[in-house]
């Protein structure tokens, strides 16, 4: 198959870069021509346990030879297995199962609204999020993303949401009114930028939300299941929400969401909500095989200590280069933002000497390898962006 022919059978919603990949192992991937790639991308921080883990073949073998999809018509025991570990794990008590970071978000936001509409008699039903967020590209979660990139030519969006100020507990004051069901947040905006949420901002929002009965929902999409070198990133700063959303990482490659609840935001009734693949078995062997390996404690701190010797490669290099303006993240989820505007080059560049990266907001460059990486692949990536980045004169 060649490049021409998905041009011409298939939908043009992405600009893709010029490589076929045909195979991939541990951090590593090989295009169509054999040449080897360091995989820093990670299909968007979705193969926590790299390209064709034992683990996550092994799961999916082994269960399509048993029982592939069913319904949720049925009881599905790898299905009460895997909401069993996410539930033990963290504040959660019941799961839905879905199939992606944005259905999860979809998820959420219905909750939400049920949660408001019920309790308050059919008046709270605004849900208020963070400029600059990303939640989805489904309606409404494409509403809760406020960024206006994302909402061109898809107007009129849904009614009842508000975007404040990341990190501004006063602009968040500002817009809870008597319609307010709930704020949505990302504890580190992904798309966004890789802007972390700071402790002390978190914790002013679980206070107002205590004081004004609206639920917290934390989208852990992007930083959940050890990204950050804790299991979900809410755990470092000790704020625990009502909801919480993943996806991503948790099917090592295969497609699945998840929304978590706790008791008071634990609402939906049958027929409330639904999906006809979600937490189907072979999704779900998939999930607690990764859950398996991910959720070790020796696993998580690999994750943290890779993640600082992975930044302080960057500090380092921001020394010697002055087109890095700031290093920033948590655990393998790190941006570098450039003194620049428009840095796509240097993505292009690192491509064609064997290092797969990507932008985002035109400066920022986005790293979010497998949590199996090591620090001498860490040590070799970094090592080929910084030639890129003194032959471009850098």
């Known amino acids: 198959m060649t490049i021409s022919e998905d041009k011409k059978y298939v939908m043009n919603t992405y600009s893709r870069f010029p490589i076929t990949l045909v195979q991939g192992k541990g951090i590593k991937v090989w295009d169509e021509n054999g040449k080897e790639y360091l995989d820093f991308v990670a299909g968007i921080a979705v193969n926590a346990l790299g390209h064709s883990h034992p683990a996550v073949v092994e799961s999916v073998k082994s269960q399509v030879d048993k029982l592939i999809h069913i319904s949720n018509l049925y009881w599905n025991s790898n299905q009460i297995q895997l909401a069993k570990m996410i539930c033990e794990k963290s504040f959660g008590k019941s799961a839905f199962f879905c199939n992606s970071g944005a259905e999860a978000n979809e998820a959420a936001i219905k909750l939400a609204r049920k949660y408001g509409n019920t309790k308050y008699n059919g008046r709270r039903y605004k849900i208020i999020t963070a400029k600059n967020s990303f939640h989805g590209r489904t309606y409404g979660a494409l509403t809760a993303t406020a960024q206006p990139k994302y909402h061109k030519n898809f107007e009129p969006l849904l ?95 295969f497609p699945i969401g998840v929304l978590v609840v706790n008791e008071k935001a634990d609402v939906f009734t049958p027929g409330d909500h639904g999906s006809t693949f979600g937490g189907n078995p ?113």
């Not at 500002?174 to 949420?197: R, Y």
């Not at 700071?198 to 299941?225: A, H, M, P, S, W």
């Not at 890779?306 to 380092?316: D, I, R």
């Open 282 to 394: 072979l999704a779900c062997a998939v999930g607690m095989a990764v859950m398996r390996n991910v959720a070790q404690e020796s696993f998580l701190n690999t994750v943290k200590e890779n993640g600082e010797f992975f930044k302080n490669q960057l500090l380092a290099m921001k020394e010697k280069h002055s087109i890095i303006d700031k290093v920033k993240g948590k655990g393998l989820m790190i941006g570098v933002k450039l003194d620049i505007e428009e840095g796509s080059d240097i993505v292009k560049k690192a491509m064609e000497k064997g290092l797969l990266i990507n932008l985002l907001s035109h400066n920022v460059l986005r790293f979010v390898p497998p949590l199996i990486i090591t620090k001498d692949e860490i040590a070799k990536g970094m090592n080929i962006l910084e030639e890129v980045f003194v032959e471009m004169g850098y």
């Open 159 to 253: 009614e009842g949401f508000e975007s404040v100020e990341y990190n501004d507990i006063n602009s968040l004051k500002s817009a809870i009114d008597e319609n307010t069901c709930a704020v949505m947040l990302e504890v580190i905006q992904g798309e966004g930028g890789i802007n972390e949420a700071k402790d002390e901002y978190l914790q002013q929002v679980r206070k107002l939300c205590d004081e004004n009965d609206l639920l917290l929902i934390f989208d852990e999409v992007q930083t959940g299941i050890g990204r950050t070198g804790k299991l979900f990133a809410y755990e470092h700063s000790g704020v625990v929400p009502d909801v919480m959303t993943l996806a991503k990482a948790l099917g090592g490659g």
